[in-house]
């Protein structure tokens, strides 16, 4: 009897913790944007600025460029959502890459679309539309 209960008392604990899963996953996705502007808030006043982007657009494109040599190609740029329209856009001279100058001006283009307000500045909401997750796909 008693072996049947312990049995019984650890399906319990392990339903509970399937069930509760979920809403765990769903509570982390919806504090991904206030994690993404405390993480890059530097000044701490609850919002990016342009200054504080670029220097986080800087780091990913460190990232997408494992090999060192100042540029990213098509496939590097598509894993941060630059088509390849945007993509022979900022690549003047054609040559299939992009360094990180052009890559920081996509971002620039990036923060100002999701700067509706034209304060200078994206929030969390702002990141929530359309245009900032765009631009939270090239600094994440």
């Known amino acids: 009897m008693k072996k049947r209960f312990l049995v019984l008392a650890g399906l319990s604990v392990i339903a509970a913790t399937v069930a509760s899963q979920p809403a765990a996953q769903a509570q982390s996705k919806s504090h991904g944007k206030t994690s993404l502007v405390k993480q890059l808030d530097g000044d701490n006043d609850g919002t990016l600025d342009l200054a504080e982007v670029k220097k986080a657009a800087s780091a990913k494109f460190r990232s997408l460029d494992p090999d060192n040599d100042g540029a990213i190609d098509k496939s590097e740029a598509k894993k941060v959502g630059i088509s390849g ?54 600094i994440r």
């Open 85 to 138: 329209k945007s993509f022979t856009a900022v690549d003047p001279d054609k040559d299939g890459t992009i360094d990180e100058r052009e890559y920081l001006a996509i971002v620039e283009q990036r923060f100002k679309a999701a700067d509706p307000d034209h304060d200078g500045t994206v929030d969390e909401k702002e990141l929530g539309s359309r245009a900032g997750k765009a631009l939270a796909k090239m």
